[in-house]
């Protein structure tokens, strides 16, 4: 079989028990067992040896036996169905039951587990995401927009502004584990006729039938007027959870990549570790880049998603089947490793605080521009008048800067030169003394973010906080 390059190099082995196709085959078997039960204490005549044949042959997972018989059939519930009768040694399987009865219920438990999978991993990168704002609470660095330095913040403040992106998408993917609906015994047009004359037209025994189906799966609701198969607006859902959830993490691996190319942090480099295999010094953010690369992969789709959705034709086909086939496997592996690595990059992060701390010396004045700004304005200078004549110099002493003219930022001088701004240099100097450690609310944002993540763990998965990745490539 062809290698599924998403799973076997970037997802969890949970991940990829989940989607395995051995696993998925033991799935449907479970779901046609639980079936077989619930219709005979309906009162169906399924004898209870037949029901414990189908038990122990449930694990006995033969792929190549059953493709042997789809290449035949043409229809691979058809193969499965004659495979697991042969191993059983008897039919009882599928009865009143349509293929999507099968699968869409079988694939719906995958996507529930994974779904629960995901959120406990995202729960993890959250506490990671709080113990490293926590620890860069008070490091003051150089904040950007538009890839310049605007104002000054802390690297604590820039990880919680990572970090709570996160906690959003986590508040949406279990408000979608709390709602999401299974299709459930619906038969072959969404109506329960074969269910029906099953059971000799007992609508109550054809519902409790259902009802034991949603209870075998474990996914808290049921639709109830669903056609053949379940409504793919629903798969978008799924994929957008799952792209929202890569938002921040892929935010923060570009915002690394750009600190590691100022030399003012890096991802970590383990021991051994090639960065160019042309360029001995390079020590690039390959787990960064791969977290970006993650999100791109969800993008795409999240594009297949929408294109699934709302182009159902009457009460179902199967046109989406071969983009599904491979759309919610890969989309749910590419989170994982998405997690996995952004774990990975936040457990072995370095921060190079002498190289920041040269930085913050030649920005700060920059930095403090606005606070000089409302200093002259409350002064009563106007405040087009100060914002021109601050503008003036901060862009005069940054060409000097840049050809050499100056050694030093020495704005604060030029600008108690400047009589229009009515501010002397004594002043000025205070300003930007007490200015240095001005950073606002970010302590205060960080400590409500890992709060906030702190409660949210301790609430549902308290273990996700010890949660450590694995060895990824």
């Given amino acids: 079989m062809i290698p599924n390059v998403l799973a076997e190099r970037y997802a969890t082995p949970p991940m990829q028990a989940i989607w395995s196709p051995e696993g998925k085959i033991v799935l449907e078997r479970e779901f046609w067992i639980a079936v077989m039960k619930a219709q005979q204490s309906l009162g169906l005549d399924i004898p209870g040896d037949a029901i414990a044949d189908y038990e122990s042959a449930k694990e006995n997972v033969d792929l190549d036996a059953i493709m042997e018989r789809e290449r035949v059939t043409r229809h691979d519930v058809k193969a499965r169905i004659e495979e697991f009768n042969h191993l059983a040694g008897h039919e009882h399987i599928h009865k009143g039951l349509t293929s999507r009865d099968l699968t869409e219920n079988v694939e719906q438990l995958q996507i529930f587990r994974a779904l629960n999978e995901t959120r406990f991993k995202s729960l993890a990168t959250l506490s990671a995401f709080a113990r490293r704002a926590t620890q860069f609470r008070d490091l003051v660095i150089s904040a950007r927009t538009h890839n310049v330095a605007a104002q000054i913040t802390t690297l604590g403040k820039r990880l919680a502004m990572n970090g709570e992106e996160l906690l959003l998408a986590s508040n949406q993917i279990d408000h979608l ?39 075998h799966l474990g996914i808290p609701a049921t639709l109830n007027a669903v056609g053949q198969v379940y409504p793919r607006s629903l ?5 957008s959870a799952l792209c929202q959830i890569s938002s921040g993490p892929s935010s923060f691996a570009t915002t690394l990549r750009l600190m590691a190319g100022h030399e003012l942090a890096g991802e970590g480099f383990a021991k051994g570790q090639t960065g160019s295999s042309a360029m001995p010094h390079k020590m690039n953010s390959r787990s960064c880049e791969r977290i970006n690369g993650f999100h791109t992969i969800l993008q795409g789709h999240l594009n297949m998603a929408s294109s699934l959705a709302g182009d159902q034709w009457n009460e179902g086909d199967v046109s989406c089947s071969v983009v599904r086939r491979v759309m919610l496997p890969d989309a749910f592996f590419a989170i994982d490793g998405s997690l996995e690595t952004t774990l990975t990059v936040l457990e072995q992060m370095t921060v190079h605080k ?27 200078v106007g405040r087009e008048t100060a914002h021109a004549a601050v503008k003036e110099h901060a862009l005069a002493t940054l060409d000097d800067l840049r050809s050499g003219a100056v050694a030093e930022n020495d704005l604060l001088r030029r600008l108690a030169n400047d009589e229009r701004l009515g501010l002397d240099l004594s002043s000025l100097e205070n300003l930007f003394e007490s200015g240095k450690s001005q950073t606002a609310a970010a302590h205060s944002q960080v400590d409500h973010f890992s709060a906030q993540v702190e409660q949210l763990v301790k609430d549902t998965a308290p273990n996700a906080a010890d949660y450590r990745p694995g060895n990824i490539l």
């Fill in 235 to 239: 798969d978008l859902s799924v994929v």
């Fill in 354 to 380: 002498p190289v920041i701390e040269r930085e913050n010396q030649r920005y700060l004045p920059f930095l403090l521009s606005t606070t000089f700004l409302m200093a002259a304005v409350k002064n009563g």
């Fill in 177 to 215: 584990i709390n709602s999401y609906p299974a299709r459930g015994l619906k038969g072959a047009v969404g109506t329960r006729l074969d269910q029906l004359n099953l059971f000799n037209g007992d609508a109550e025994k054809a519902a409790a039938l259902d009802n034991s189906v949603s209870e």
